[in-house]
């Protein structure tokens, strides 16, 4: 996902190296916005901002009416090529589309969305505003084109912890939390969303707020995180900027990576952080 910085550059942190694009792809609807989807459920039109990959806009195509009883499921984000995996998913998932809500990926800015007030019944935004300069403003363009729904979930990398402890890892987060906030994100995005909602004037009395632990904790999944983010600190846009912005050496980078393969494969490595959603009914009265 790729949101721009507030001089309209493309900032996003994890950039789009096959490594951060396969670990997006690989997440569901059904995990990664549970809390939404008993409203996606009674909507039918909805607005994925930042989808990336596509996997959880597709996967919410499910619980939409059909697109001859008006259903529309769109996807936006800034990289034309991100889009394109997606829409090469959605012809590899849905090659019969019917029965299936009308279904678009288009590419656009999450600050001027490209829509007119009220276009869809839900606005969803996954892992997007930690990486904005202004979530307080993309969450009222969020809210501008919805009818009814606002639903987004953020981590907070405070929250990150692991055993057996490692220093590669200390110093990993350090250094991450240092390349975000230079690019004018705030990494713990999670524990500020119900501020910013009030900031962008949401409505109080139709919020509903979770705080849900994410675990690596069964067989492989500890390995395979492990995996990933030593790819992202290997040969990603992350470990560019890292360097680039002064927060680390190269010898840093491959030591960071050296350290999350290590911590990976011990057969007792266990990592959890905490996720945030919320959900916004502008219907709902103070």
Same mark, same amino acid.
């Given at each position: 996902r790729a949101p721009p910085t507030a001089q309209g550059l493309q900032a996003y942190t994890h950039g789009h190296a096959q490594a951060v694009v396969a670990h997006h792809a690989k997440r569901t609807a059904e995990e990664f916005a549970r809390r939404a989807l008993p409203y996606v459920q009674q909507s039918g039109t909805v607005l994925d901002v930042g989808c990336g990959p596509g996997s959880i806009t597709l996967g919410f195509a499910k619980y939409l009416p059909c697109a001859d009883r008006g259903g529309r499921l769109v996807g936006v984000d800034l990289s034309a090529d991100v889009?394109?995996?997606?829409?090469?998913?959605?012809?590899?998932?849905?090659?019969?589309?019917?029965?299936?809500?009308?279904?678009?990926?288009?590419? !656009?800015? @999450?600050?001027? %969305?490209?829509?007119?007030?009220? =276009?869809?019944? %839900?606005?969803?935004?996954?892992?997007?505003?930690?990486?904005?300069?202004?979530?307080?403003?993309?969450?009222?363009? &969020?809210?501008? @084109? =919805?009818?009814?729904?606002v639903c987004v979930r953020e981590v907070d990398f405070g929250s990150w912890r692991w055993s057996p402890e490692s220093a590669g890892l200390d110093r990993w987060l350090e250094v991450y939390t240092k390349v975000c906030r230079g690019n004018g994100g705030e990494p713990h995005a999670g524990k500020h969303l119900r501020r910013?909602?009030?900031?962008?004037? %949401?409505?109080?009395?139709?919020?509903? #707020?979770?705080?849900?632990?994410?675990?690596?904790? !069964?067989?492989?999944?500890?390995? #395979?995180? !492990?995996?990933?983010?030593?790819?992202? &600190?290997?040969? #990603?846009?992350?470990?560019?900027?890292?360097?680039?912005?002064?927060?680390?050496?190269?010898?840093? @980078?491959?030591?960071?990576?050296?350290?999350?393969?290590?911590?990976?494969?011990?057969?007792?490595?266990? %990592?959890?952080?905490?996720?945030?959603? &919320?959900? @916004?009914?502008?219907?709902?009265?103070?």
């Open positions: 889009l394109e995996v997606a829409r090469q998913a959605q012809r590899a998932q849905f090659a019969d589309s019917s029965g299936l809500p009308q279904i678009d990926f288009v590419e !656009a800015d @999450v600050r001027r %969305l490209p829509f007119a007030d009220k =276009s869809f019944d %839900l606005v969803h935004a996954h892992q997007v505003l930690q990486h904005v300069a202004d979530p307080v403003g993309v969450l009222r363009e &969020m809210a501008r @084109v =919805s009818r009814r729904f910013w909602a009030q900031a962008a004037g %949401l409505p109080r009395g139709g919020e509903q #707020t979770w705080a849900d632990v994410v675990s690596y904790a !069964a067989p492989g999944e500890a390995h #395979t995180l !492990a995996e990933t983010w030593a790819e992202r &600190m290997s040969a #990603t846009k992350l470990a560019e900027q890292a360097v680039g912005q002064g927060h680390c050496s190269h010898e840093d @980078v491959a030591d960071i990576a050296a350290a999350w393969r290590a911590w990976g494969a011990q057969e007792d490595a266990l %990592l959890y952080y905490v996720d945030v959603s &919320m959900v @916004v009914d502008k219907e709902a009265s103070e």
